[in-house]
């Protein structure tokens, strides 16, 4: 089982829609958990951390599931400007952060 | 502020000559990572830099890579006779501490003929 894993989709969604993401991680010792953005041919950008008590930023929420080990991103009212792909990360108390391989959000007109 | 930046932006290189790449990290964050990238795949990590600690190098794929950081700021990655595997978009992200929010400069796209 890999360390970090994303459905590589891609999630194609009408503007307005709501779409929801998970991340499954195999490391119960994980500690910190982030989601990213990277736009096609840029770098990742920090969208933002999963607190274990769940987070909101806007049109964005983020959740933890210790139980289960996932993670999960719901985007609400999409934009077209919510396509790219959405990394999921994961440090399990090392230094060295594992990354997903990305969910691919396609919001379409 | 000013964030991360990396120069060249692109690259292209013969096979078998040496190239450098290098990170500029926000002032102030003590972590720096190398990580590459090659199309359509994950982020690979190569190696950490945390203060003037020394280097965790784990990733690196061969002893054809290394890296320096000078002074606890500045980094280059050196990649030695360069192969076509090797290209790839290497990123560069630097962050307060450890592994936490982690802010990555625009990337070098290197391709190697």
């Known amino acids: 089982r890999k360390e970090v894993e994303q459905d590589p989709g891609p999630f194609n969604v009408p503007e307005g829609a709501t779409v929801a993401f998970n991340c499954t991680y195999s490391n119960s010792a994980s500690q910190s958990f982030f989601w990213y953005r990277q736009d096609c041919r840029k770098e990742p950008k920090l969208l933002m951390s999963?607190?274990?008590s769940g987070n909101e930023d806007g049109r964005f929420t983020a959740q933890l599931n210790r139980a289960s080990q996932y993670i999960s991103l719901l985007i609400r009212d999409s934009k077209l400007s919510d396509s790219a792909t959405y990394l999921c990360v994961v440090n399990a108390g090392s230094y060295i952060p594992t990354f997903g391989r990305g969910t691919s959000l396609i919001v379409h007109p | 502020g000013a964030g991360v930046s990396q120069s060249p932006s692109n690259k292209v290189t013969e096979k078998g000559k040496d190239v450098e790449l290098r990170c500029d990290p926000i002032?102030?964050?003590?972590?720096l990572y190398w990580y590459r990238q090659s199309l359509g795949q994950g982020l690979e990590f190569l190696i950490y830099f945390q203060g003037n600690s020394a280097p965790d190098k784990s990733g690196l794929p061969s002893d054809r890579f290394s890296a320096e950081r000078t002074g606890g700021s500045v980094s280059t990655l050196t990649i030695q006779r360069t192969q076509q595997e090797d290209s790839a978009v290497y990123l560069c992200?630097?962050?307060?501490?450890?592994?936490?929010?982690?802010?990555f400069g625009p990337g070098t796209r290197l391709t190697v003929t």
């Open positions: 002032s102030g964050h003590t972590a």
């Open positions: 999963v607190y274990s």
């Open positions: 992200a630097s962050s307060l501490r450890g592994p936490y929010e982690q802010y």
